[in-house]
């Protein structure tokens, strides 16, 4: 069969959540985002190493990820180009700004409208909000089936997809019709890396603002009409259209009435010595007091 | 009218302990609210655990009983829901933050434009001004969650759109029938008006659901490995621990990431939230992400050789300590004890 499947990934940039050290917390209580570094989340990872086997199976299939972010997370993009895929997107504009997973959902999905794939592909959530909200919504505004939870995709044919899925406490196999958005679980095959060929290739792949940035001057030698695929798009709400109020801040229902840094509830604490005298003596305490026995 | 609706989530048969739990705090809600609870109930030959609903204090039981809706599939169990709320307009929709809840609700909140707060801790009603035009809202649903990797506390409401939905995970509810069953009825919806054929697009061709093996949530004492014990191998203590106390073991997020344990064993807002009597802390270091899911314990001993860790500052019995050096120490010393 020589069917050629496009493919979207979903791909966010996220600060490092899972190694938060002392440092990530100003003086003031907010969170200090320098002390985090920018990462591709880790589900979403998972999500591109599906693409990728799709393609492998399928070649001539292309694979284009959609992000949306501040003009840094064209490196999202560029992690994708070095491990095989053919292009990306990047939905950056301050009127998307101040959107919750509603309003990010709705940005997403006017994009995936656009680039019109068989195939959409998600990690199951991200590492900084946790939701797992943004796929299924994507999927309903794009009226098409979610496929969340998955772990393999287990054959694929033109018209039909077949997935196994991870549970709480199980598996389940189902198949969908196509075209169809799938959330990807960790428990996924991690993602291949980085092919050299296309580190070299994609090096100084980027967008029209990364090109105009003066950090970067000097930096890019050949021009992108010479290599068209050293260019990364940026889209605004102007190309992706729609409805202007959904986007961004007031396109969000939900609302954050307040934010508290973390205080613990000072209790009084017994300090033990880590002395065979002191824990014998704690452990006699909880026998006697029949918290344990 | 504008009540609070539950879905009730079944597995094999059983309504799930979360949708009781949310059950029990709707209840707290909606007697703050002066309005009264109802359950959304979708299964195939489910009629019959509508008591358990009443039980739990739903005054109405929204039923839609077939045979093609016996396992979960987005597309039919979203057209139904909607139906409902869109018949009933609840002023608030909660769902457990389960795989079904965590596919359901997003997919019903986008429909509905409506807004949607995931794995809240805490529920709470309360008054909220808007801080640009200054209008005045009555009696939102606080919904309240760590963010950010857990290192900070958010209160999301939804001010505008209805209904205020959230997800709450297992376990960080309390649940508890009622003395006495309300005298509910059942609202029997003609699901041959509500589905279409397209709802079908996705089959499910293979299901395999084990027994619940592990459970760390109704254990009475849990010790708790953290990322700092340092590896698959080194977990071992741990078990050992938690086998000659009569324990169970859970385990930190970092730790379930690294793979020293199954997901199955993870404590916090991401896994499981526990309330044992007793919990044994080794390798902590006390993230907010994983306090939230057993700072409620009644006795928390941490072991850390880190004085500055921040579990230290939940615990009941702090030992500054390697715990390579410590575990092994209680054990003896329970040994000693017991005989």
Redesign the interface.
């Known amino acids: 069969m020589d069917k050629k499947f496009k493919i979207v990934v979903l791909a966010k940039q996220v600060p490092d959540t899972r190694n938060v050290g002392k440092d990530a917390m100003t003086p003031e209580g907010t969170v200090n985002r320098a002390a985090l570094p920018a990462i591709f989340n880790p589900e979403d990872m998972n999500a591109l190493e599906q693409a990728l086997r799709i393609k492998d199976k399928f070649p001539g299939s292309e694979i284009f990820i959609l992000t949306m972010g501040p003009f840094r997370a064209a490196e999202i993009i560029r992690e994708g180009l070095f491990r095989g895929t053919d292009g990306g997107i990047l939905l950056t504009d301050r009127r998307f700004a101040g959107a919750d997973t509603l309003a990010t959902s709705y940005a997403i999905s006017q994009a995936v409208k656009k680039m019109n794939p068989d195939i959409i592909l998600a990690g199951r959530q991200a590492i900084d909000g946790d939701t797992a909200q943004v796929g299924p919504q994507v999927a309903e505004k794009l009226n098409i089936p979610q496929i969340t939870y998955a772990e393999e995709i287990t054959e694929l044919t033109e018209s039909k997809i077949t997935i196994l899925r991870r549970l709480e406490r199980g598996i389940e196999v189902v198949t969908s019709i196509l075209p169809c958005l799938i959330t990807v679980h960790a428990t996924a095959a991690q993602c291949r890396p980085r092919n050299a060929k296309n580190l070299l290739k994609y090096k100084y792949a980027r967008t029209p603002n990364e090109e105009k940035d003066p950090a970067n001057q000097g930096k890019y030698l050949i021009s992108t009409d010479e290599k068209p695929f050293l260019k990364i798009q940026e889209w605004t709400v102007d190309d992706v259209g729609g409805d202007e109020n959904s986007y961004g801040f007031a396109g969000s229902p939900t609302k954050v009435k307040k934010v508290e840094s973390i205080v613990f509830k000072a209790k009084e604490s017994k300090v033990l010595s880590d002395s065979e005298a002191d824990i014998d003596s704690l452990i006699a305490e909880l026998m006697a007091n029949h918290e344990i026995g | 009218m504008n009540n609070i609706i539950v879905f009730a989530e079944t597995e094999s048969g059983k309504i799930c302990d979360v949708s009781l739990e949310l059950l029990t705090k709707a209840r707290q809600l909606a007697a703050t609210l002066k309005v009264d609870v109802e359950a959304l109930l979708i299964g195939s030959n489910v009629k019959h655990l509508a008591n358990e609903l009443f039980s739990y204090g739903a005054k109405v039981v929204h039923l839609a009983d077939e045979p093609r809706l016996l396992?979960y599939r987005?597309?039919p169990y979203?057209a139904i829901t909607l139906r409902v709320f869109n018949n009933e307009q609840p002023q608030i929709a909660l769902f457990g933050a389960?795989?079904v809840g965590?596919?359901l609700?997003?997919?019903v909140?986008?429909?509905l434009?409506?807004?949607?707060?995931?794995?809240c801790t805490s529920l709470e009603i309360g008054d909220?001004q808007?801080p640009k035009s200054g209008k005045e809202y009555k009696e939102l649903l606080?919904?309240i969650r760590?963010?950010?990797?857990?290192?900070?506390?958010?209160?999301?409401?939804?001010?505008?759109?209805r209904p205020q939905m959230a997800t709450v995970r297992e376990g960080v509810m309390k649940k508890e029938p009622l003395a006495k069953a309300v005298d509910g009825k059942i609202n029997i919806l003609d699901t041959s008006k509500i589905l279409v054929d397209s709802d079908f697009?996705?089959?499910?061709?293979?299901?395999?659901?084990?027994?619940?093996k592990i459970d760390i949530k109704s254990a009475q004492?849990l010790v708790d490995g953290g990322y700092g014990v340092g590896s698959k191998e080194n977990f071992s203590l741990v078990f050992e621990l938690a086998k000659t106390?009569?324990a169970e073991v859970g385990a930190s997020?970092?730790a379930v990431?690294a793979g020293f344990v199954e997901?199955a064993r993870q404590i916090g807002?991401?896994g499981v939230t526990v309330r044992p009597?007793?919990i044994i802390c080794v390798g902590v270091s006390?993230?907010?992400q994983h306090?939230a899911g057993m700072?409620q314990s009644?006795?928390i001993?941490a072991i850390n050789n880190d004085p500055?860790a921040?579990i230290?500052?939940?615990?009941?019995?702090?030992?500054?300590?390697?715990l390579n050096?410590?575990v092994p120490?209680?054990i003896a010393?329970?040994k000693?004890?017991?005989k």
């Open positions: 396992h987005t597309l979203t389960t795989t965590r596919d609700a997003p997919r909140s986008s429909a434009k409506s807004g949607l707060t995931a794995d909220h808007d606080y919904q760590p963010a950010f990797g857990g290192n900070i506390i958010a209160t999301i409401v939804n001010p505008e759109h697009a996705v089959e499910i061709i293979k299901r395999e659901i084990e027994e619940r004492i106390l009569g997020r970092a990431d997901n807002q991401t009597k007793l006390g993230a907010i306090t700072d009644k006795i001993i500055e921040p230290h500052k939940i615990a009941d019995y702090s030992i500054i300590g390697d050096d410590v120490k209680m010393a329970y000693k004890h017991s």
